[in-house]
């Protein structure tokens, strides 16, 4: 948990197995080896990343541990997970490496917990509030990636309809054709630069209020 490699690997992972795009490739030629992929994608712990189980920390009981995982995950921005001595002579990279690792230790900091009452009264809602991603170029870079996310998950219902031969559930058929209809314009297919390098920042959906 307070390893910054594997925050900076799990959560790339994660975005990419619950966006499917791993499982694109020809199913013709190497179905074998993509089918268990689906089938690793479709386990219950795959579509999680190490951010979910903060809470567990941050309220837990134990004061020694919740001071020790505090004071680790401070230390991210001085901790920065470098995999090769050749980045450390890069500036620009060292200085974005820097404020993504910035980034996720305040989503794991105690300082920024917050809760409040369920709309029903019934409940306590309970979350972390990084002040980082109220920034407008966060916000900016989370709309681009949950737009990403909507493609390609249109993209994915028509290749498994094409492949089974019939609709594929993931999407009704008038869902598919409105979400595309709304995308379309001129210059739809021209290549655009997009980033895929980095998962989005933000704290996982189901986890805020």
């Known amino acids: 948990m307070t390893c910054p490699y594997i925050w ?51 309220l837990s009981g134990d004061q020694k541990l919740v001071r020790r995982f505090t004071r680790s995950i401070r230390s991210f921005p001085k901790r920065l997970p470098i995999s090769y001595k ?14 993504q690792m910035t980034l996720y230790s305040e989503q794991a900091d105690r300082k920024y917990l917050k809760t409040a009452p369920t ?12 002040p980082s991603l109220k920034k407008e170029k966060y916000k900016e870079h989370e709309d681009r990636h949950v737009q990403l996310n909507e493609w390609i998950q249109v993209a994915l219902w028509a290749n498994k309809s094409l492949e089974s031969g019939t609709l594929n559930d993931q999407l009704s058929l008038e869902d598919g054709l409105a979400k595309a209809r709304k995308w379309d314009e001129p210059g739809l297919f021209d290549a655009v630069a997009v980033p895929l390098n980095r998962a989005p920042v933000g704290f996982p959906q189901q986890l805020r209020p």
């Open 119 to 130: 709309a029903d009264g019934q409940h306590v809602q309970v979350w972390i509030d990084p």
């Open 86 to 99: 050749e980045e450390t002579s890069d500036a620009g990279h060292m200085d974005a490496l820097r404020e």
């Open 8 to 58: 900076e690997w799990d959560i790339p992972r994660v975005t990419q197995e619950r966006s499917r795009t791993n499982e694109i490739g020809s199913w013709f030629q190497y179905r074998m080896q993509l089918s268990a992929v689906r089938t690793l994608n479709q386990k219950p712990h795959r579509t999680r990343d190490i951010r979910q189980l903060v809470l567990y920390f941050v």
